[in-house]
């Protein structure tokens, strides 16, 4: 019982991990939190769900619920939300900062292009759910502990994404450039970094991360167009609790996050899983304040 | 000084505001080789000149020419490739990079030799060496000076800039850190300094500028400067030090 739950909230870790990060990769370096993350999330997924209408589901391999066409879907919907992520900077974003906007004025933004994307989803898609997959995928039961295999690919699939985003961060110039800017982008201009090309990577790093989101949530749950939103309370609670300023405080906060919601869902009512969110983050910032690896402000 | 004129400002005018301006006809020369110290009380525009000149402050007329280049109106981040390194007063490093990345963000203009360049950085500043892996932000105040000019030396500039670098310093931090610029000046980079610290900068200086209101008021060679009871009491605020 015990371990199902660690396992149920890893699984949930998952997904919000790869929303918590772009959020966290955008709220450092372009200075305001986006309430559009999660519905990148969500247009990360249906692109892909549009992609295997256009080339087909066919086969599975290794036992999971989706073939290689998912996989490929995967992938150019990563880079297809980037390109979104970018034509929405080019045409709303980029303008603001020029203008020296305010940090509200980025955030209301935001708000509007969160609910652009997720009505242009309804008006496209519809309300109903759709599913990459309609096969019942037996969970594997080890020792009483029950998880699909699906669930097994979106935990590995994070946990690769993660340690390939922290080698990107620690190894190269632009990863490099990129916790400059987030530190200090005066300094950054004075060192030779374009900060304007900095920002364009963020995007498409936040939306690919997202929209492979979106799709492991697609196939481990469903595809709707709140799918995203939905995720947003979990996200920020992630963040806040990380300590803002640390993309390794926000894995480390979509993980307690995670787990609280596992806990929730299996001891109390489902419904509350939200309300113990919160909870985990006002327990976390009474003890300290910055979050866990926060720096004092 | 029969050296080349290798930074020239003429009748900069600039700010923050377009109608109020900060420098208001500041000129300036610095020839190859040289330390040039300008000098003023707070509030003078001697952050805004050297601002000016990293292209981070708004410049509304005259002219900033380096080797005979036009560099106003320059994209900061291009500065590097021109040559001009600069070293800002305050949040100078990337504290929550360790002392090795910023002296490899330092260096990325001119990644081919990166590795060469850092063995030849630490060993103008061999404290840093030992201390490479740790976070900038963990450094002292003087040790996070020298990661600053450290960091602006990586890209080969031959012209550096430097803002305030005794601010928040003990005399002792102080003179070494302006002993340092020597070493720096040996290395065949020219360097021009804003300073507070009259006595410490003039010190290692050839030459100076006095600044009031936006506007260049006296210059003339450090040892003037420095003897200079004018240029103390009005300016510099050290009468006592330096009539006596």
Redesign the interface.
């Known amino acids: 019982m015990m371990v199902q739950m660690l396992v149920d909230g890893v699984v949930a870790a998952s997904f919000i991990t790869l929303g918590v990060v772009g959020l966290s990769m955008v709220y450092n370096i372009l200075n305001f939190p986006t309430f559009a993350q999660g519905d990148h999330i969500a247009t990360g997924g249906y692109i892909a769900l549009g992609l295997v209408a256009l080339i087909g589901t066919a086969g599975s391999i290794a036992g999971l619920s989706f073939g290689w066409p998912l996989i490929l879907a995967l992938v150019c919907a990563a880079v297809l939300n980037g390109v979104v992520a970018l034509a929405l900077d080019r045409a709303i974003f980029s303008r603001l900062r020029r203008q020296n906007a305010s940090r509200i004025s980025l955030i209301m933004a935001s708000f509007g292009v969160a609910l652009m994307l997720r009505h242009l989803i309804i008006v496209f898609a519809g309300h109903e759910p759709h599913y990459f997959s309609f096969a019942i995928q037996p969970a594997l039961d080890f020792g009483g502990v029950r998880i699909t295999r699906n669930e097994l690919v979106a935990v590995a699939v994070t946990t690769a994404l993660v340690i390939g985003l922290h080698l990107f961060l620690s190894r190269t110039w632009l990863g490099k450039s990129m916790r400059a800017v987030s530190e200090n982008p005066s300094l950054a201009k004075v060192n030779g970094i374009d900060v304007n090309r900095v920002i364009l990577w963020t995007w498409v790093i936040s939306a690919g991360l997202a929209a492979v989101a979106g799709v492991l949530l697609g196939v481990v749950v469903q595809i709707h167009p709140f799918m995203g939103f939905e995720l947003l309370l979990p996200m920020f609670a992630a963040l806040i609790v990380g300590g803002m300023t640390s993309i390794y405080g926000a894995v480390l906060g979509a993980l307690l996050i995670g787990l609280a919601e596992g806990i929730t869902v299996q001891y109390f009512v489902p419904e509350y899983r939200q309300a113990v969110s919160f909870i985990v983050v006002i327990l976390v910032l009474m003890v300290r304040p910055n979050g866990i690896l926060g720096e004092k402000a | 000084m029969t050296a080349a004129l290798h930074l020239e400002v003429t009748d900069l005018v600039a700010g923050y505001a377009p109608d109020v301006p900060i420098l208001r006809g500041m000129s300036l020369s610095v020839h190859t080789g040289e330390i040039v110290t300008v000098l003023g009380p707070n509030g003078a525009g001697k952050s805004t000149l050297i601002k000016a000149i990293?292209g981070?402050v708004p410049t509304s007329s005259g002219a900033i020419r380096v080797r005979g280049n036009n560099i106003m109106g320059l994209?900061?981040?291009?500065?590097?490739?021109a040559g001009v390194?600069?070293v800002?007063q305050v949040?100078?490093?990337?504290?929550?990079?360790s002392v090795q990345?910023n002296l490899?963000?330092?260096g990325?203009?001119a990644?081919i030799e990166l590795r060469q360049r850092i063995a030849e950085i630490y060993a103008l500043f061999p404290d840093l060496a030992r201390l490479r892996q740790l976070a900038a932000g963990k450094l002292s105040g003087g040790q996070r000076q020298m990661v600053a000019v450290a960091?602006a030396l990586m890209?080969r500039p031959h012209l550096i800039m430097l803002d305030e670098p005794s601010a928040g310093l003990s005399p002792k931090l102080t003179e070494m850190v302006f002993q340092k610029l020597l070493d720096v000046r040996a290395l065949g980079v020219t360097v021009l300094v804003v300073e507070q610290n009259a006595k410490a900068a003039l010190a290692i200086s050839d030459r100076g500028y006095v600044l009031a209101e936006g506007q260049q008021r006296f210059t003339g060679t450090a040892s003037d400067l420095l003897c200079s009871p004018e240029v103390g009491e009005l300016y510099l605020g050290t009468r006592t030090k330096l009539a006596s």
């Open positions: 990293a981070l994209a900061t981040h291009r500065l590097v490739t390194a600069y800002p949040d100078n490093i990337f504290t929550r990079l990345e490899e963000i330092g990325m203009a990644p960091r890209a």
